[in-house]
């Protein structure tokens, strides 16, 4: 069964600071990991998708994540983070072949940015 | 291009009640899937529809269930509501089924069981 794990329920940074939200993954197969954002009272919206074309994706908002296969992770950064990146964010996983579109979520990270 | 469509936003429904929400995704999507979110679950898989067949089903009670229309809109039921069924559900199309298809989310039906 494919599973993600995001370390740390709540980040904090100030604005202009570096993004670092982890993201591990467990999957028996090759897996299919995307990251998605998600503002108050509203739905997901996907910030990028990695499919095994290149190890480092690059997303809207600035935002990029790097699948690194010896370490599991596929952690999302972004160089300077703005106000506007204040959001729970979630990584999730598709691998299981035959298993359709369904996607496995970690539990989010919710970003807190200070001024 | 319209977005995913959920209605209604919000829902207040009493414990026993049956309740319906609806989904409209984009147009030429033909894959629909229903997720629930709640603060101690998280997101959790509901099943997912193609081209009006259930393809996958997430592990719930029977009280839950769904169906898709020839049009792909899909609309979800869940019966005898339970305290525990508020939540934010939320439902997601893509154009096609398989592990690298997109999946774009409605802005969700939040239902509260009182």
């Known amino acids: 069964a494919q599973s993600v794990t995001q370390l740390g329920s709540h980040v904090s940074v100030s604005e202009g600071a570096l993004v670092l939200l982890r993201c591990n993954y467990s999957?028996?197969?090759?897996?299919?990991l995307f990251w998605y954002v998600q503002y108050p009272n509203q739905g997901l919206q996907l910030l990028l998708k990695?499919?095994?074309?290149?190890?480092l994706v690059k997303g809207i908002n600035g935002f990029e994540a790097e699948f690194k296969k010896s370490e599991t992770s596929f952690h999302l950064t972004k160089p300077s983070a703005h106000m506007s990146d204040a959001a729970e964010y979630f990584c999730a996983v598709r691998g299981l072949t035959g298993g359709g579109n369904k996607l496995t979520f970690g539990t989010g990270t919710q970003l807190k940015v200070e001024l | 291009k319209a977005g995913v469509t959920q209605t209604p936003r919000y829902l207040i429904k009493t414990r026993g009640q049956q309740v319906t929400l609806s989904c409209s995704p984009i147009s030429g999507h033909r894959s629909v899937s229903w997720y629930q979110q709640t603060p101690g679950q998280g997101l959790q898989f509901l099943f997912e529809?193609?081209?009006?067949?259930?393809?996958n089903k997430g592990n719930f009670p029977g009280r839950f269930s769904g169906r898709q229309f020839s049009n792909s809109r899909s609309e979800m039921n869940v019966s005898t509501l339970e305290l525990g069924d508020s939540a934010l559900y939320l439902c997601a199309s893509s154009l096609r089924t398989g592990k690298e298809a997109e999946a774009f989310f409605g802005q969700g039906t939040r239902l509260t069981v009182v």
């Open positions: 990695y499919t095994s074309a290149a190890t």
């Open positions: 999957s028996s197969v090759p897996p299919y």
């Open positions: 529809y193609f081209s009006e067949t259930q393809r």
